[in-house]
């Protein structure tokens, strides 16, 4: 079953826009091997990249899904795995964190159309 196992525990940047993790978070994804996903402290996230005009229909980018974002955000900027795989984990840490049906699903499809430049952005520094 997965799980976040530690508190996320960050500090805002001067930025206004940025986070930092003050400590490592973790997140076992459901899967049958039970990986983990380890967030090292010192990372950055602007947790969900939620447009100011939207926050009155979806939330604020730190909403009940903020910790779902931050792995989504370490999934994209490390590319652990395909872009498929990482917004499927957004997907169920969502479910995990009790997110609506309908909030995770638009916020999954947000992710599917919209960030693919940033998919790319992040998987050619690593190739």
Sequence with gaps: MSSFTKPLIV???PDGESWELVEP??????????EKIVVPA?????????????????GSPWGKY??????????????LYTRKKV???FLEAMKTLGV???KRRT???AVRIGAGKIWRKYSQQVE
């Design 11 to 13: 500090t805002p940047l």
């Design 25 to 34: 978070f973790e997140y076992y994804i459901d899967e049958p091997d039970g």
């Design 42 to 58: 010192g990372f950055r996230t602007d947790f969900a990249s939620i447009p100011r005009f939207a926050w009155s229909i979806i």
């Design 66 to 79: 903020g910790k779902a974002a931050v792995i989504h955000d370490y999934g994209y900027f490390k590319t």
């Design 87 to 89: 917004d499927r984990i």
């Design 100 to 102: 609506g049906w309908l």
């Design 107 to 109: 916020m999954w499809l």
